[in-house]
């Protein structure tokens, strides 16, 4: 699948929203391998306002690698960060070779595990059961939340949804290249 790539080429992102488009990126997360270790940054709006400072950072992140590997970016994530950044008058264009792993999984294992939803694909492939975290589905109440009140837990809870999205989804990459090879 990748073989025309070094594991440092490749960058897994993951975001999280205050809901469906046309609403603020609350979570930029991106995760890559070096030295054998997966390295993981997270680029946090705690304001609506700081939303452009953190899409430019994450644009620069990003163009450090060859490919992205995402769950359901091509049609969620991508398009998303894409419609921000044209709202903000920003290049929206993020020209990258992407692997979303939603149609790998599917074509891998669809018929051995009940849906391919992230959570049931890390507990079936990867033998990870989350434990009392925030669903993604309350994230935008999570943050809601903070902004109310500023008291970071939700945060907290929001950004370790996100970073074991992005290294579960590293984990998985690497789960589908051995059933490739195999």
């Not at 070094?6 to 929203?17: K, L, N, S, V, W």
């Not at 894409?82 to 920003?90: A, F, T």
């Not at 009392?132 to 999570?142: H, I, K, R, S, T």
């Amino acid at each position: 699948m990748a073989g025309l790539n070094q594991e440092e080429d490749f960058a897994m992102i993951d975001i999280e929203t205050m809901g469906l488009f046309s609403k603020p990126i609350i979570l930029l997360g991106v995760a890559h391998s070096e030295s054998g270790k997966i390295k993981v940054h997270q680029y946090l709006v705690r304001s609506v306002a700081e939303e452009v400072a953190a899409l430019k950072v994450f644009m620069e992140e990003l163009g450090r690698f060859n490919a992205i590997i995402s769950y359901n970016g091509r049609t969620f994530d991508i398009p998303f960060i894409e419609q921000r950044l044209s709202y903000y008058g920003l290049n929206s264009n993020i020209d990258k070779a992407h692997f979303d792993l939603l149609y790998f999984i599917r074509r891998a294992w669809r018929q051995t595990i009940p849906d391919c939803g992230l959570p049931t694909v890390e507990e079936f492939i990867l033998g990870l059961k989350r434990g009392d975290e925030v669903p993604g589905a309350l994230v935008p109440e999570f943050y809601r939340e903070y902004l109310e009140t500023r008291n970071v837990g939700p945060l907290v809870a929001i950004i370790n949804h996100n970073r074991q999205d992005i290294i579960s989804l590293s984990k998985l990459f690497s789960k589908l290249n051995e059933a490739l090879i195999q």
